[in-house]
């Protein structure tokens, strides 16, 4: 043990030093804080490893639990219409699923500020507490106005959750591993999915459970998982990136030789060899600022200025995705049983053939966005998902479709809409500088989910009310057209993002030349 720590002191001794450049007196004199960092070089230099495991398995829970909680409420919103208490209608269900997502809009826009102001892990702790409350709440619920309520609080958490949780990910893991994990990771909303539709199928049985009490153990399910994952971030650190900038260099620079001596037993002294020949100049530095913070003045210029077309390419990916998504999937429970007389007990069976889908589409064609890049398989994905989905729509249309091949058609749609979905999140994580990437992702969430989220659960429970297959294959169609107006704007303004660095891929604001 000795043997270990005199060995540990002469790694820290070895350490190339991360400290304000001595060049830079003058900078220092007018308060301006240089420091240079080899840091992100490091950090992309790593091979995968536990620790990186560890990161996505506690961090990626988010999407499992947003998997979760958006099949529960399309697969409960039958057990909703029969309960006694609530007695919902359709309209009801489509309200309160609205609400649900009007707060991951405002709570994406809260936090992600907060989350780059006062850092990733402090936030990825404060958005997981408020989901726990709120969706345990929502098991109590005595009324509409009580459950759109909790629903609203619920979604405010995993609204928050995106920004920080995406922010993290992106800056702890090595670049060539970033699009495909980042996808496989938005994938895994599907494992959530089916664990959701599992609940449904059990806790909806009323051989087992009242019709009025299955479903509050439903929404308990989220908490007891969200209580699991709050112990497993204990461990996990906060982004050495965000530290750096923001004036904490000395502790910045201890996480990063812990992550280190975590994957490789040591810290790296110098960089990798590149096949036979060392790299001779050691670690390449990038000289930045520190600030404090970014005011919005300049994260509005960064966004809507300098970065003018990435921006319209983030909007569109996630309002066409946005719209797609939630407008269908939150009324697939309303489909099964208005049109195909599946009753609510029975959703769940038909979920998690959905679910399987999803989550194998990142799963097989996630790889494909680090080789052959983010532009072509963009394109592709969108395109393809608006052209199924409109083939789809015309055969429900025309009444060609059982439960059971609606469902089988809707699993070849999503197989490919699935990865396409996830590309716009890591589009919007990794485009933009790291002082407003949290601020990027809740901003252009808000606004996809705000514009294509919230209004397509309630066009669709009114489409769906007239009883008439014309008025809902006429949604289905707008859907189409917004897939294939995204993967038009995504082959034509995309960034090239692939296995590049952050820093690359988008200069820190924070940099000096």
């Known amino acids: 043990m000795a043997l270990q720590r005199r060995q540990d002191d002469l790694d820290a001794a070895c350490e190339p030093a991360e400290v304000i450049d001595s060049g830079q ?228 620079n201890a996480i990063m030789r812990d992550i280190e001596r975590s994957v490789i037993g040591r810290t790296q002294d110098r960089p990798p060899a590149i096949g036979e020949a060392p790299l001779p100049h050691g670690w390449p530095k990038l000289r930045l600022r520190m600030r404090t913070h970014t005011p919005l003045s300049e994260v509005v210029h960064t966004l809507f200025g300098v970065y003018r077309d990435r921006s319209l390419v983030g909007l569109v990916l996630m309002i066409a995705q946005a719209f797609f998504y939630n407008a269908i999937f939150f009324t697939f429970a309303l489909v099964l049983s208005d049109f195909y007389g599946i009753p609510a007990d029975g959703v769940g069976w038909y979920i998690l053939p959905f679910a399987a889908g999803n989550f194998l589409g990142p799963l097989v064609l996630g790889r494909l966005f680090d080789t052959l890049g983010r532009r072509p398989m963009i394109a592709l994905t969108y395109g393809i998902s608006g052209i199924l989905l409109a083939v789809s729509g015309y055969l429900f249309e025309i009444g060609a479709l059982s439960a059971r091949t609606q469902t089988i058609a809707w699993m070849v749609i999503f197989f490919c809409a699935s990865p396409a979905a996830s590309a716009a999140y890591l589009t919007v994580s990794e485009n933009f500088p790291l002082e407003v990437r949290a601020l990027a992702i809740a901003l252009f969430y808000a606004i996809g989910t705000g514009v294509g989220g919230v209004a397509g659960p309630i066009l669709f429970g009114a489409l769906i009310d007239t009883g008439s297959r014309g008025s809902v294959f006429t949604g289905y169609l707008f859907g189409a057209a917004l897939m294939l107006v995204a993967a038009a704007v995504g082959w034509r303004y995309a960034v090239a993002a692939e296995r590049r660095p952050l820093e690359s891929v988008a200069q820190p604001l924070a940099s000096v030349e």
């Open 25 to 252: 007196a003058n900078d220092r004199a007018a308060g301006d804080n240089i420091v240079e960092t080899s840091i992100p070089f490091r950090l992309d230099a790593l091979r995968w490893s536990g620790f990186h495991t560890r990161v996505v398995l506690a961090l990626g829970i988010t999407w499992v639990l947003d998997g979760l909680e958006v099949t529960l409420a399309g697969a409960l919103s039958g057990a909703l219409k029969q309960s006694p208490v609530l007695q919902f209608s359709n309209f009801e269900v489509g309200f309160a699923n609205s609400c649900y997502l009007a707060g991951a809009v405002l709570g994406a826009f809260v936090f992600g500020w907060l989350t780059d102001r006062i850092g990733r892990k402090k936030l990825f702790f404060i958005t997981l507490a408020l989901y726990l409350a709120a969706t345990a709440a929502t098991a109590l619920s005595w009324g509409v106005a009580s459950y759109a309520v909790f629903r609203f609080l619920t979604g405010a958490g995993i609204g928050g959750e995106y920004t920080a949780i995406n922010s993290t990910i992106q800056e702890l893991i090595p670049s060539r591993y970033r699009g495909w994990t980042d996808l496989i990771i938005n994938g895994s909303f599907w494992l959530g999915a089916a664990l959701g539709a599992t609940c449904a199928i059990v806790l909806l049985d009323p051989n087992w459970f009242a019709v009025d009490f299955g479903w509050r153990l439903a929404y308990l399910t989220g908490a007891c998982l969200g209580l699991v994952v709050f112990v497993m971030r204990i461990w996990i650190p906060e982004s050495p990136r965000w530290l750096i900038i923001h004036g904490r260099p000395d502790q910045a």
